[in-house]
């Protein structure tokens, strides 16, 4: 396990930290030094380029693509009305063309717009004026047009 040092441990900072030991391994350290032991193990400059260069990689990439997705994130919302208004033209178009109560439309994800109930005739209003009245009468409730029942009155005792 690493020892924690006082230098900072943030990705940023490791970025930073690795960023400084390679420009002291390209300035300082050539192909005629003596390797640098670490980890009990004799590197020379390559070695030790090679695996820093690792470790930045390690640490840029998801920096890279992190940005990545930051700039396809702005380009949606960028284009977000126009992709609206694109979806709502496409939308009106196959309404238009199969009709706004068809059910074709649930093939493309369109909620159908419910039919218009159908008007009644003047027979089916007359029978359902009438069972209106019946069901009224059963319930007690007072029949409109009729007059208020008198109730009786008791005198005071």
């Keep these: 396990m690493a020892k924690q040092m006082s230098r900072g441990q943030s990705p940023g900072q490791i970025q930073t930290r690795v960023k ?27 070695d030790l380029m090679n695996a ?3 470790i930045l990689a390690r640490y840029a990439a998801p920096d890279a693509a992190h940005q990545a997705w930051q700039v396809s994130v702005h380009a ?12 709502d033209a496409i939308e009106s178009s196959l309404k238009n063309r199969y009709g706004a109560t068809s059910p074709e439309l649930a093939a ?8 218009a109930p159908r008007k009644l005739t003047v027979q089916e ?31 005071p005792k």
């Design 20 to 46: 400084a030991l390679l420009d002291g391994v390209q300035q300082k350290l050539s192909s005629s030094t003596k390797p640098l032991e670490v980890h009990g193990v004799d590197n020379t400059n390559v």
């Design 52 to 54: 820093l260069n690792a």
């Design 76 to 87: 949606r919302d960028a284009a977000k009305t126009q992709d609206l208004d694109e979806i």
């Design 108 to 115: 493309f994800g369109i909620k159908p717009r419910k039919a």
């Design 125 to 155: 209003r007359a029978a359902a004026t009438e069972k209106a009245r019946e069901t009224r009468a059963e319930h007690g409730h007072p029949v409109p047009g009729a007059p208020e029942p008198v109730q009786p009155t008791q005198p």
